[in-house]
């Protein structure tokens, strides 16, 4: 069974940093493109970053770029979004999708349950 | 880079009935478009992808169509479970932009 397991949500004030996780289990994590998608309380849902399975093609939402790195660890079966200079804009339940197997581009079949991040003074 | 719209943004519709979402890009995507359900309080979930595939287990009632600029989910027969908001996503390339999201409520 396929499963996706965020963590590291939390509190932080404007100009913060943290680092979310998502452990992947039940399926072959470093053959598979991985995305982070974001979304606001009360709002719709935002693609924020992309990284293909070898690391070798990663992408951004302009409203991150600059301020997020999307990293992988294939040997841990892990994806990880460091998040620096936080702003209230921010706020929101982060998940990790699966992507499609390959360097390519997918539809995202499989989503963990997100962490919320709440940024505010 | 290409924009995605939805319409309409909310829907009430009787039981049985066939409802139909339409999303539009900017400009051409071919046939690169996922369609998602997001229940109240739920993760999305996948209905549709390559703009007409249904993704296992999904029940038949739903289905999508188009390709280039213009896409439709149809839903053959609404059940209350699919009180849901629905998002189109293209994929073709990056940004992988989602759009603004269909609200289908019961009348």
Redesign the interface.
């Known amino acids: 069974e396929v499963q996706l397991v965020e963590s590291g949500g939390g509190l932080v004030q404007p100009g913060e940093s943290l680092r979310l996780s998502c452990a992947a289990s039940g399926f072959t994590f470093s053959s598979y493109t991985m ?1 982070w ?1 974001r979304q606001a309380p009360g709002k ?4 924020v970053s ?1 990284i293909s399975s070898s690391s070798s093609t990663i ?1 951004y ?2 409203s991150v770029k600059g301020r997020f790195t999307i990293s992988r660890d294939n040997a841990k079966n892990s994806l990880y979004l460091q998040m620096n200079s936080l702003r209230d804009e921010d706020t929101a339940v982060y ?1 990790c999708a699966r992507g499609c197997g390959g360097d390519c ?5 499989y ?4 962490t919320l991040v709440t940024v505010s003074s | 880079d290409i924009q995605m719209t939805q319409s309409p943004s909310s829907l009430s519709a009787s039981v049985g009935d066939r409802v139909t979402i339409t999303c539009r890009a900017s400009q051409g995507i071919s046939n690169y478009l996922a369609w998602y359900q997001q229940k109240p309080g739920k993760v999305p979930k996948v209905l549709i992808y390559a703009a007409s595939t249904l993704q296992s287990g999904v029940p038949s009632r739903f289905s999508g169509s188009g390709s280039g600029t213009d896409f439709t989910l149809t839903i053959s027969s609404l059940q209350p479970e699919d009180v849901a908001t629905y998002y189109c996503q293209r994929y073709n390339s990056a940004p992988f932009t989602f759009g603004p999201g269909t609200k289908v409520d019961i009348k």
């Open positions: 995305n998608v719709g849902l935002e693609w992309y992408y939402a302009d998940y581009y997918g539809d995202f079949d989503w963990g349950q997100g």
